[in-house]
């Protein structure tokens, strides 16, 4: 592991220079607000702007060798490496989009973009692993802060791509190819390890909650810009919201988005807070709010299959909160289990389930049963309850799964949180793999 910077003060400035890191970590988020460029510009068909998308998946949740990288390297070295990544790869993009260059082959933008997107990987998972070790008795709720500011990454790109470069692609395209490896050069040098508190700090609390409520913030504020509110995480997750919104007859998709993106933050940001109360004062696995959501999700999703009139948009807010709590569930979850040694590894490789989760239920179930519910509709787009029913019921049966398996792994791990929080509070090992 990377040696200790000395002094036991929480490295309050590192967590700070950590959000606009994580925000800026955000930047696979922006690949629908020039994928038309890419199209219209470039002359590709439908086929090849999907690929891309794959390729944007891709490069920013394969993770490991950042991982590795975090264990062998100081956190402004892979940061370093995140900012050439962004540099060169949204930099070749930027070339193209613009016409710079002329003719550049299909197989390097392909390229390009993982690279461009990887850089997500390399700033996300630096920050995450160097503030869970600089705060290793507070990791829920640090874990629920930098992914809830995460999750208002795609809300900041799409304010500035609206606002100041005027929904011009090039001009974003070269906003972060510049933007994010300055970002990185100023910030990088704050966030560094530090040797972690011994004992709860009583300033440490409202500390977080203040950091907590400025999070808040942005989404309080009033804007004239609709599409800012589809802001997160999960933009396949987002543009299904949209197709269901329409399948059921919504007017106005925007809304359900932006609902579901709202919803998600808030369970990012509270899932690692109240995990973190109850893990401290009664010793509860984190795990068991994960059965909890999994068996809201799976009422969640037969109130989508049955297309109740008035649930659609109370289940798209109960289906943000749940996803977000699961995510920020996983990550203290896995350190406190696993240990912080290789933390980074265990993080990214999680992180390989959004791809394969996105290709199996999206691409493979979901548009499978969409096509043919098309088809009997003589027509592309499908509309009517029985578009998504199926794929509802099949996901309602994986969340009952889901909680199945969760129960078993409350159960085999609560004797782990016993011996970890026994006293009230996170009894730091010995060991600094822990």
């Given amino acids: 592991m990377v040696p200790l910077k000395s002094g036991s003060r929480p490295p309050w400035v590192g967590l700070g220079a950590s959000v606009w890191l994580q925000i800026a970590s955000g930047n696979a988020y922006t690949f629908p607000l020039y994928s038309h460029s890419l199209k219209s510009v470039l002359g590709f068909n439908q086929r090849q702007v999907t690929m ?11 993770g490991i060798v950042p991982g590795i990288a975090c264990n062998k390297f100081p956190p402004w070295v892979v940061l370093l490496v995140g900012a050439f990544a962004s540099f060169f790869g949204y930099g070749v993009l930027w070339l193209a989009v613009s016409r710079t260059v002329e003719s550049l082959p299909y197989w390097l933008l392909w390229l390009a973009l993982c690279v461009a997107t990887n850089s997500s990987a390399w700033l996300g998972t630096a920050v995450l692993v160097t503030n869970m070790r600089n705060f290793p008795i507070s990791r829920g709720t640090v874990a629920g802060i930098l992914k809830g500011y995460g999750g208002l990454s795609a809300a900041v790109y799409t304010e500035i791509f609206s606002m100041l470069l005027h929904n011009s692609s090039s001009k974003l395209l070269l906003f972060l190819s510049l933007g994010i490896p300055i970002l990185c050069i100023v910030m990088m040098y704050a966030v560094r390890p530090c040797t972690p508190a011994s004992g709860e700090d ?21 804007s004239h810009d609709n599409s800012v509110g589809v802001s997160e995480v999960d933009m396949l997750l987002a543009e299904g919201e949209g197709a269901i919104g329409i399948a059921q007859g919504a ?21 690692g807070a109240v995990s973190e109360h109850f893990v401290r004062t009664k010793t509860i696995p984190r795990t068991i709010w994960m059965t909890f959501t999994q068996i809201i999700m799976i009422i969640t999703y037969l109130l989508f299959a049955s297309a109740l009139d008035g649930t ?9 909160i749940c996803y977000g709590v699961q995510f920020s569930i996983m990550v203290p979850t ?20 959004n791809p394969l989760g996105a290709l199996l239920f999206s691409s493979l179930l979901t548009g499978y049963l969409y096509d043919n519910e098309a088809a009997k509709q003589h027509g592309i787009s499908c509309l009517g309850p029985n578009c998504f029913r199926l794929t509802f019921l099949a996901l309602a049966g994986v969340c009952a799964v ?33």
């Fill in 52 to 62: 891309l998308g794959v390729a944007n998946d891709i490069g920013e949740n394969v």
């Fill in 202 to 222: 009583s300033a440490e609390h409202s500390h977080f909650v203040f950091i907590q409520a400025a999070s808040v913030c942005p989404w309080v504020v009033p």
């Fill in 402 to 434: 889901g909680t199945v398996l969760s129960l078993v792994l409350t159960r085999r791990i609560k004797p782990v949180y016993q011996m970890l929080y026994a006293g009230g509070s996170f009894r730091l090992p010995q060991c600094s793999n822990h």
């Fill in 251 to 271: 007017h106005d998709t925007t809304i359900l988005l932006s609902l579901f993106s709202f919803c998600n933050f808030v369970g990012r940001l509270s899932g």
């Fill in 334 to 353: 896995a350190s406190e289990l696993f240990g912080l040694k290789n933390f980074g590894i265990f993080f990214n490789f999680m992180s390989l389930g």
């Fill in 312 to 320: 659609l948009y109370i289940a798209t807010a109960v289906l943000g």
